[in-house]
T-cell receptor, first 115, second 112 residues
């Protein structure tokens, strides 16, 4: 089956620093990748959709200058949280899809803690 | 705006009894997905429902979709402890699996 990896799995950083999270599709080419954020005991909220080689589409209320998304290839998308603050602490999950009926394949998630 | 609601939000289940989770959504869609999430983990795909009347079963779980009622159900037969997790339904907004809207989630806890 399709496998999506994320790195790192867990990161702790100081307030004001930037953090980059990588999302890779390991055994397929993902035309589209998605970034979600999940707060404790809540559902997943879609942050943005990225297509290889083009600008990401951000959901309403998500600051594109704060959450920089780059989809450099069909197997790699990165999310950079710039000038992170404690309220950015969350579980970030990426997913990848290739337009099939199987939906999206989810990565294992990255837990971000901003001190 | 598409809204996806699950009911109940929390379910304490006794072993060997049957339960149902409901997923209601507010706009037309004929594709719905069910996922399981264990604490601290990401999502595991359970079922893909692609048309009205679709029914899928895997072990003690069975999912169905009624697109006319905008309702999907996840039925648990003879609950066991291994089923303790949070379950999410997700609705495919545009039929291409390119944008999923997730339900509120239902946390299941099976008590011994």
């Amino acid at each position: 089956g399709a496998v999506v990896s994320q790195h790192p799995s867990r990161v702790i950083c100081k307030s004001g620093t930037s953090v980059k999270i990588e999302c890779r599709s390991l055994d397929f080419q993902a035309t589209t990748m998605f970034w979600y954020r999940q707060f404790p005991k809540q559902s997943l909220m879609l942050m943005a959709t990225s297509n290889e080689g083009s600008k990401a589409t951000y959901e309403q209320g998500v600051e594109k200058d704060k959450f920089l998304i780059n989809h450099a290839s069909l197997t790699l998308s990165t999310l950079t949280v710039t000038s992170a603050h404690p309220e950015d602490s969350s579980f970030y999950i990426c997913s990848a899809g290739f337009g099939g009926l199987g939906g999206q394949y989810f990565g294992p998630g990255t837990r971000l803690l901003v001190l | 705006e598409l809204k996806v609601e699950q009911n109940p939000l929390f379910l304490s289940m006794q072993e060997e009894k049957n339960y149902t989770i409901y997923c209601n959504y507010s706009t037309t869609s004929d594709r719905l997905y069910w996922y399981r999430q264990d604490p601290g983990k990401s999502l595991e795909s359970l079922f893909v429902l692609l048309s009205n009347g679709a029914v899928k079963q895997e072990g003690r779980l069975m999912a169905s979709l009624d697109t006319k009622a905008r309702l999907s159900t996840l039925h648990i037969t003879a609950a066991v402890h291994d089923l303790s997790a949070t379950y999410f339904c997700a609705v495919d907004m545009d039929g291409t699996a390119s944008k999923l809207t997730f339900g509120t989630g239902t946390r299941l806890q099976v008590t011994l």
